[in-house]
């Protein structure tokens, strides 16, 4: 009964223990991915930024560029005039396009580097899928075998239960049966004994009465 209470005891304590280490992995999973989610929202609002202060420098640039393309227009006469206007008005479509280029090539960076976290983050959540899996699985086994441990003590106690309720019935019995021996043998005794006393006083009365005629 002792070895069964500190097996019990002892299932109790692993089943403990893994619903504890289920718990503190899971909250862990949890912690990581918020987390890296706040990791990710501030990159994209970091991105975001930069791309609104080019966006912005980009729209300057270009205004700058409209006004230098209208100041040469209404003011060039000669054909030299016209000629640097050509040439000012080919410059600022050479920033325009270097500048839309260079927009374009960072978003397209920017969207790789989200690309390539979200990738990172479903192999991440798979790979505590299946190590969570894992564990779950070692869990039900070491469960499993602390529930043949309890039935095969549990088997062990009744059978010692009924082993000892059958020898005290069989003591009973014989307890009875000696019982019963002695009983019957006194009985047995205490007739045999009033047959003989009774048998010795009917001889003495016969023999009064037969002394008793003769005198």
Do not use: P
Not at 119 to 130: C, F, G, K, N
């Amino acid at each position: 009964m002792k070895q069964f209470q500190q097996v019990k005891q002892a299932a109790i304590i692993i089943q403990r223990h893994w619903v504890a280490t289920l718990k503190a992995r899971q909250q862990q999973k949890q912690f990581q991915q918020t987390r890296e989610a706040v990791i990710t929202i501030q990159r994209y609002w970091v991105a975001t930024l930069k791309a609104r202060l080019q966006h912005k420098q980009f729209f300057l640039t270009r205004r700058a560029a409209i006004t230098i393309q209208r100041h040469w227009t209404a003011t060039l006469s000669t054909r030299q005039q016209l000629k640097q206007y050509h040439n000012s008005r080919g410059a600022a479509i050479t920033i325009q396009r270097y500048w839309v280029a260079t927009l374009k090539a960072r978003q397209q960076q920017r969207q790789f580097q989200q690309i390539k976290q979200a990738t990172i983050t479903i192999q991440r959540q798979w790979v505590a899928t299946l190590k969570a899996r894992q564990q779950q699985k070692q869990f039900l086994l070491a469960r499993r075998a602390a529930i043949i441990i309890q039935r095969y003590w549990v088997a062990t106690f009744k059978a010692r239960e009924q082993k000892k309720q059958c020898q005290q019935t069989r003591d009973a019995v014989i307890t009875i049966q000696r019982y019963w021996v002695a009983t019957l043998g006194r009985n047995t005794e205490s007739q045999t004994t009033a047959e003989t006393v009774s048998t010795n006083q009917g001889s003495r009365h016969h023999y009064s009465k037969i002394l008793g005629g003769n005198a």
